[in-house]
C-alpha cells in the first residue's frame, strides 16, 4: 500500500495523487497547473497505460483538465465521479480541448513567418477529450461502490462546486486494512445554490487541500446583493459597463443568482432593466447542467425559490451569447450592461476581448469575483497594474478595479479546521496538500502545535507506505527550470506510450487465433513501412 505525491504539492493547482494498492495503481486527480508555479511535478511512477482507475474529486481544471492527456498516453481504465462532476467534465474537458487545439493554431500560424520555428502540437486533442468521457462513470453521492477486490470508495458532497465531492477509499490488503480520504477542495459555508460541506467522521489517513490556510474570510457573511448593488448602480450612472471575469462552471452560476434577487428587488433605482450578457459558451452550458442537477445538489434556500416555481439563475433581460458574433456585438452597444465573460483569471476566452474594449474605460468597473493565480493578468490587474497587453496592444487601465471580498468557493482557515475536527478520531496522518508554499508549512504547524494532529506537507515525488505510517522516499524540491520545446516531447511521450500499449496488447492475444494474428502481423508491419524511411 503506497501513496505518491505528484501535483499541487505547496503549490495550488495541478492536483494529483497516485495510489498503489490490491494490484492497482490509481490516480485521484489529474489536474492541469494555472499561473506560476513553482516546482517541477514528479513524473507518474508508472506507464498511463497501466493505470487502471482515476478518481475525481471535481470538475475544475486543475484537477481534471490533463485527463484526455492521459488518454492520449494510453490509459484505457475507468474514470469514477460524481453524476453532476460527470455531466461537468462533459463540457469541460472538450472545451480544454478547443483551446489546445486553437492556441497551437495561432502559434503555427505565427511561426510560419519565422523561419527555424518548429511546429506546435497541441497537449491533446478533441479526440482524447472524447475518449476519456467515455471512459466516465458517474457515481451518486454517498453511495459505497466496490472498485475491485479489496477497493471500496464513496463520494461526499464537500459544497466547493456542483458535483464536488471528498473521496473515501477503504483498502484490504494481505489482512490489512486501511482508510484514506482525500478531501479535494473544502467548499466555504453559506455559497449560494450549493450545499455547505458534510463532514467524515473517520480515516486512517487525510490528504487535505490548504489553500486558504493562512487567512480568514470576514466574520459576518458578506451581503453580496447590496455590494453588488451598489457598483452597478455607481457604473450605470456614469455610463459604464460592469464586466466581469468569472470562471464558467460555478461562479457564473452564482452571479446570476445574485443578480435575479438584484433585479427581483428592483436595487438598481435608475436602471432597473439593464442587460446582462453571458459570454462564454461553457457557462451556457454549464448553467443548463445546474438546471439538471437542482434535486441533488442544491441548498435549501435554492430549492424554497425552485418550490415557489422560480428559477434561481434566471430572470428578465438576460442574454446568452453563443457564437463570436453574438460576442463582438456586446461592445458595439452603447448601453450601460453587466457582462460576465470567462476566464476566471483572465487567462483565456473571451474575456480578454472585452477587457481590451473596457479596461481604458474610466466609465467602467471591472469586477473581479474570484482568486486570482500568481502570474495570471486578472492577478496582475489586481495588484494595480497601470497597463496590459492583450492581442499585442498595450492597453493603459483606466477602469475602476473592485473585487467581491470573500467571494470565494474555498472555506477558509477556521473552515478547514473544522472539516478536520469533524473526525471523531484523529487520523494516523494528515497530509497537507494544494496550498502555496508557505501556507502549506504554516498550516501543517498550526494541525501539529495547536491540534495535536501528527501533519506533513510533501513535496512532488514523496513516497509514503500507509501500512507502516512512515515516509518511504521523501523527495526534495525541485524547483521550476524553462521547458524547451515542451509540446514536441509531449508528442514523443505520446508515440512511446502508444508503443508500450501496443506490446501489451499483443501479449494479451497470445493464443488466439492464427488468421487474427496473421492480420494484425501484417497491419503492423505495414505501418513500420510506411515509418521506417
Known amino acids: 500500500m503506497k501513496l505518491t505525491f505528484i501535483g499541487a504539492d505547496h503549490e495550488v493547482t495541478g492536483s494529483c495523487h497516485y495510489l498503489e494498492v490490491c494490484g492497482k495503481h490509481i490516480l485521484v486527480d489529474y489536474g492541469m497547473e494555472q499561473g506560476v508555479n513553482v516546482y517541477e511535478n514528479a513524473p507518474l511512477p508508472v506507464q498511463e497505460s497501466l493505470i487502471d482507475y482515476v478518481l475525481l474529486t471535481h470538475a475544475h481544471v486543475d484537477h481534471s483538465g490533463m485527463l484526455p492527456l492521459l488518454y492520449a498516453r494510453g490509459f484505457r481504465g475507468q474514470v469514477f465521479m460524481t453524476d453532476a462532476s460527470a455531466d461537468l467534465c462533459s463540457i469541460m474537458l472538450r472545451d480544454c480541448a478547443h483551446i489546445q487545439m486553437q492556441e497551437a493554431e495561432w502559434k503555427n500560424r505565427k511561426a510560419k513567418r519565422h523561419a527555424g520555428v518548429e511546429a506546435t502540437e497541441p497537449v491533446y486533442t478533441m479526440e482524447d477529450a472524447d475518449g476519456i468521457i467515455r471512459r466516465i462513470v458517474p457515481c451518486h453521492y454517498d453511495t459505497v461502490i466496490e472498485l475491485c477486490e479489496g477497493v471500496k470508495i464513496r463520494f461526499t458532497d464537500i459544497g466547493h462546486l456542483l458535483g464536488s465531492a471528498s473521496i473515501e477509499v477503504w483498502v484490504e490488503e494481505s489482512g490489512v486494512k486501511k482508510k484514506i480520504v482525500f478531501s479535494g477542495d473544502i467548499g466555504n459555508k453559506n455559497q449560494p445554490l450549493i450545499k455547505d460541506p458534510a463532514r467524515t467522521e473517520e480515516a486512517d489517513y487525510v490528504v487535505m487541500e490548504s489553500t486558504y490556510g493562512d487567512r480568514l474570510?470576514?466574520?459576518?457573511?458578506?451581503?453580496?446583493?447590496?455590494?453588488?448593488?451598489?457598483?452597478?448602480?455607481?457604473?450605470?450612472?456614469?455610463?459604464?459597463?460592469?464586466?466581469?471575469?468569472?470562471?464558467?462552471?460555478?461562479?457564473?452560476?452564482?452571479?446570476?443568482?445574485?443578480?435575479?434577487?438584484?433585479?427581483?428587488?428592483?436595487?438598481?433605482?435608475?436602471?432597473?432593466?439593464?442587460?446582462v450578457y453571458v459570454d462564454s459558451p461553457l457557462a451556457v452550458e454549464a448553467t443548463g447542467i445546474f438546471h439538471k442537477n437542482i434535486y441533488n445538489c442544491f441548498d435549501e434556500e435554492a430549492m424554497a425559490l425552485v418550490k415557489k416555481g422560480i428559477n434561481p439563475i434566471q430572470f428578465p433581460g438576460l442574454n446568452l451569447a453563443i457564437t463570436s458574433e453574438e460576442s463582438k456585438m456586446i461592445n458595439f452597444d452603447d448601453k450601460p450592461k453587466v457582462i460576465l465573460s470567462a476566464s476566471g483569471m483572465c487567462e483565456a476566452g473571451r474575456i480578454r476581448h472585452h477587457l481590451k474594449h473596457n479596461l481604458w474605460r474610466p466609465e467602467c468597473t471591472v469586477l473581479f469575483v474570484g482568486y486570482q493565480a500568481v502570474g495570471t493578468l486578472g492577478r496582475a490587474i489586481v495588484d494595480g497594474a497601470q497597463e496590459v497587453k492583450l492581442f499585442g496592444?498595450?492597453?493603459?487601465?483606466?477602469?475602476?478595479?473592485?473585487?467581491?471580498?470573500?467571494?470565494?468557493?474555498?472555506?477558509?482557515?477556521?473552515?478547514?479546521?473544522?472539516?478536520?475536527?469533524?473526525?471523531?478520531?484523529?487520523?494516523?496522518?494528515?497530509?497537507?496538500?494544494?496550498?502555496?508554499d508557505?501556507?502549506?508549512?504554516?498550516?501543517?504547524?498550526?494541525?501539529?502545535?495547536?491540534?495535536?494532529?501528527?501533519?506533513?506537507?510533501?513535496?512532488?515525488?514523496?513516497?509514503?507506505?500507509?501500512?507502516?505510517?512512515?515516509?518511504?522516499?521523501?523527495?526534495?524540491?525541485?524547483?521550476?527550470?524553462?521547458?524547451?520545446?515542451?509540446?514536441?516531447?509531449?508528442?514523443?511521450?505520446?508515440?512511446?506510450?502508444?508503443?508500450?500499449?501496443?506490446?501489451?496488447?499483443?501479449?494479451r492475444n497470445e493464443g488466439g487465433a492464427n488468421k487474427d494474428l496473421a492480420k494484425f502481423a501484417d497491419q503492423i508491419n505495414s505501418l513500420c513501412d510506411k515509418w521506417d524511411r
Open 217 to 275: 474570510h470576514s466574520e459576518e457573511r458578506p451581503n453580496y446583493v447590496k455590494e453588488l448593488a451598489q457598483i452597478l448602480n455607481e457604473t450605470f450612472a456614469k455610463g459604464g459597463n460592469v464586466v466581469i471575469p468569472s470562471f464558467a462552471v460555478g461562479r457564473t452560476q452564482e452571479m446570476l443568482y445574485f443578480l435575479r434577487k438584484i433585479k427581483a428587488d428592483r436595487l438598481v433605482e435608475n436602471y432597473p432593466d439593464f442587460p
Open 393 to 436: 496592444e498595450t492597453i493603459s487601465i483606466r477602469a475602476r478595479i473592485e473585487k467581491l471580498a470573500g467571494m470565494s468557493g474555498h472555506a477558509d482557515k477556521n473552515g478547514l479546521l473544522e472539516w478536520i475536527q469533524g473526525f471523531t478520531k484523529k487520523p494516523q496522518r494528515v497530509f497537507v496538500v494544494h496550498g502555496e
Open 438 to 507: 508557505s501556507v502549506c508549512e504554516s498550516f501543517k504547524l498550526c494541525l501539529e502545535k495547536e491540534y495535536g494532529f501528527s501533519a506533513y506537507a510533501p513535496y512532488s515525488g514523496t513516497q509514503f507506505d500507509l501500512v507502516t505510517n512512515e515516509v518511504e522516499y521523501e523527495a526534495a524540491p525541485v524547483r521550476l527550470k524553462k521547458k524547451a520545446a515542451k509540446a514536441v516531447s509531449d508528442v514523443f511521450a505520446r508515440l512511446m506510450a502508444a508503443g508500450q500499449r501496443l506490446l501489451s496488447v499483443i501479449q
